[in-house]
């Protein structure tokens, strides 16, 4: 019978022939220091994590690489890639292009103004909820609302508010003695148009996410400025809005990176491969490149150099991320 129990416990590995639990110097037991094998750890685990691996590796990395190889040759069309010669002439041809110059401008105008606006307006927003006033998450939604919508959608919606003839836009400037513009066709005017409904469909997320940073400060902080006789424009300018600099951050990368992928929202709202030359931008370019001149090589080029910047705003975030021990 000890035999028998003695073959089960060392199977089971809990206790010991007197039917204790083994104890270990540092005051644990022996049972709490094992661990599986890592073999068999990975070969349990492989089932879960190597199928989306591979997919993600192929589809995405694959294709971003597959894509740089062809941004090396003359592709053109539908024709076989000639892997043989590879160079740069198709970057060079870009930065002797005033095309993409202008299209690159025009990028980095519509990112900086749409992030910065939205930043401005989500704090104020912030601002005004954090004051606990009525229906405050009636006007919490509404706010937020429009983030929920595609940029097609939203494209459709502010073409009709553009509309020269009809559009309220066009009607309030009216009223206002202003007269009336085209929007979208005036390559002067259009960038505007395009960033000032951006900034409406996505300052409502800027808020929450203020929102979310003022709700995470402590009340004493508050009691601290008002027993210290800080007014509240110097309480918040002084204490609170610099406690929101993570929430800042966060925002702000998110928001830019939405301004590179403003590709739909204008080739919606100006239905064409050729929008006007205010408001070309690098993913218009792109896609005009592609599929409209069938240029597939000068196409994958502008989208490696779209891609890198959408690294150089992300990659410093991790980093920033990753030595405050949040990732």
């Given at each position: 019978m000890k035999s028998i129990l003695r073959t089960v416990r060392g199977v089971v590995g809990d206790d010991d022939e007197d039917g204790e639990r083994p104890v270990r110097t540092d005051g644990g037991t022996a049972s709490e220091g094992r661990t599986l094998p890592v073999s068999r750890e990975f070969l349990g685990a492989l089932p879960f994590w190597l199928p989306p691996f591979l997919v993600v590796g192929l589809f995405v990395y694959?294709?971003?690489?597959?894509?740089?190889?062809?941004?090396?040759?003359?592709?053109?069309?539908?024709?076989?890639?000639?892997?043989?010669?590879?160079?740069?002439?198709?970057?060079?041809?870009?930065?002797?292009?005033?095309?993409?110059?202008?299209?690159?401008?025009?990028?980095?105008?519509?990112?900086?103004?749409?992030?910065?606006?939205?930043?401005?307006?989500?704090?104020?927003?912030?601002?005004?909820?954090?004051?606990?006033?009525?229906?405050e998450n009636t006007l919490r939604t509404i706010y937020l609302l429009p983030m929920s919508l595609s940029f097609v959608v939203t494209a459709q919606f502010w073409l009709w508010m553009y509309n020269y003839n009809d559009g309220m836009v066009n009607t309030v400037t009216t009223t206002l003695g202003l007269g009336r513009h085209h929007w979208i066709t005036n390559p002067s005017l259009v960038l505007g148009a395009v960033v000032f409904a951006l900034i409406w469909q996505f300052s409502g997320y800027a808020m929450v996410v203020y929102l979310a940073g003022l709700r995470a400060i402590p009340n004493e902080h508050f009691e601290a400025a008002r027993v210290d006789g800080a007014s509240t424009a110097k309480m918040y300018w002084r204490i609170i809005i610099p406690q929101l600099k993570g929430a800042t951050i966060s925002a702000t990368v998110v928001l830019m990176v939405f301004g590179l992928k403003a590709f739909d929202f204008i080739f919606s709202l100006t239905g064409s491969y050729y929008p006007p030359k205010g408001s070309d931008i690098l993913a218009t370019m792109m896609i005009r490149q592609a599929f409209a001149q069938n240029h597939r090589a000068y196409a994958a080029a502008i989208g490696i150099m779209l891609f890198l910047l959408a690294l150089a705003i992300v990659a410093p975030y991790l980093v920033y991320q990753y030595r405050r021990g949040e990732l």
């Open positions: 694959g294709a971003i690489g597959w894509n740089a190889l062809i941004s090396l040759t003359d592709l053109q069309a539908f024709n076989d890639p000639n892997y043989a010669n590879l160079d740069f002439e198709m970057y060079a041809q870009a930065f002797g292009d005033p095309a993409f110059i202008s299209a690159l401008r025009n990028t980095f105008v519509l990112m900086l103004a749409f992030t910065v606006v939205c930043l401005v307006v989500g704090l104020g927003l912030a601002l005004l909820l954090d004051q606990h006033i009525r229906f």
